[in-house]
């Protein structure tokens, strides 16, 4: 038997030297370690702040973490992390709490897709596993990926190879989804015109494969604050809009009167483009397409102060 004692940063149960998939803290649990892990714990004596999970596929799939904790419980944890990782560097701050974004909100999500012996596979990774978890009632992401699942599976029965996994990075935009893909079978002449044929049926808004763009009748394109701008395929962006919000409003708020403002690691402009309604804004980005978009996005809108943009890798010269 063992006593948890704490949560590592990635949610998991440690005591006893080992780490206890989805323990809580004060739980007496046992079970098999292998690799320093116990990935299938029974739970002798649950923590107060145990609850059921809310979704059906949590037992399976990796994509969520703390399903079994209560709201209180997650809210104090992860403001925990946060709070250690600032000490650890000498930093006392003070922390308001956390913005939760609601069910079935995230607009953007990287899948992973298996070719089978009759069709396709797509979903979320099994926790500290390779193996893939369809998803079909998943709480975290908008309804219209979840509907988007079938023109997935197309798409890795067509493209997809027995031996390896699919990424399927899916984002939802004012035109409809993008899906960009990468570890797909390399183009030929074949795939290139069945592919977009697939994604046309499906109505998607642009198919990227292995950084080509294969299907696309208009840019997509995302707003932010009075400009719009398209991002390259499969382009980071915050994985919600509430959260997007949230942070606005606390940069926003950091910013205060300033005139001239450094934006680090800008995208394509979340905080950039918004901010540009009442300062002068550099921006630095190591992906040049994404500084790109965010330049054709500012170039068109009305009322924006000056942007300037500098490529530049910032891990390496920061």
């Not at 035109?175 to 592919?195: F, H, M, R």
């Not at 977009?196 to 049926?201: F, L, T």
Request: hydrophobic letters at 45%; glycine letters at 10%.
């Amino acid at each position: 038997m063992i006593t948890v004692e704490r949560l590592n940063t990635r949610a998991e149960g440690v005591g006893g030297g080992v780490s206890v998939a989805r323990a809580l803290p004060g739980e007496v649990v046992e079970g098999t370690p292998e690799g320093g892990r116990i990935a299938q714990p029974k739970i002798l004596t649950p923590a107060p702040e145990r609850v059921a999970a809310p979704c059906r596929h949590y037992k399976a799939c990796g994509g969520c973490a703390l399903q079994h904790a209560s709201d209180a419980f997650v809210e104090t944890w992860k403001t925990d992390v946060v709070r250690q990782a600032m000490a650890a560097q000498g930093i006392d701050a003070p922390i308001r709490g956390i913005h939760t974004s609601p069910p079935r909100s995230r607009r953007r999500a990287v899948l992973g897709g298996r070719r089978l012996k009759s069709g396709a596979l797509v979903g979320f990774h099994a926790r500290a596993s390779d193996s893939v978890t369809a998803i079909p009632d998943c709480l975290l992401l908008d309804p219209a990926l979840i509907a988007a699942i079938p023109a997935l599976e197309a798409l890795v029965a067509e493209g997809g190879s027995r031996k390896g996994e699919m990424r399927l990075a899916v984002t939802l935009f004012e035109q409809g989804i993008e899906v960009s893909v990468t570890e797909g079978k390399p183009l030929d002449k074949a795939l290139s015109l069945s592919l977009p044929q697939i994604a046309g049926q499906f109505g998607l808004a642009r198919l990227a494969w292995n950084g080509e763009v294969l299907l696309q009748e208009e840019p997509p394109v995302l707003r932010m604050g009075r400009a719009r701008v398209s991002p390259p395929p499969g382009a980071f962006l915050q994985a919600t809009p509430q959260g997007e919000a949230a942070l606005l409003n606390c940069v926003t708020e950091a910013v205060g009167d300033a005139k001239q403002v450094v934006d680090l690691f800008a995208g394509a402009g979340t905080f950039t483009l918004p901010l540009a309604e009442r300062a002068e804004i550099h921006a630095v980005e190591g992906y040049a397409p994404m500084l790109a978009a965010m330049d054709r996005g500012w170039r068109n809108a009305q009322g924006l102060k000056r942007v300037t943009s500098e490529a530049r890798d910032l891990f390496r010269r920061p």
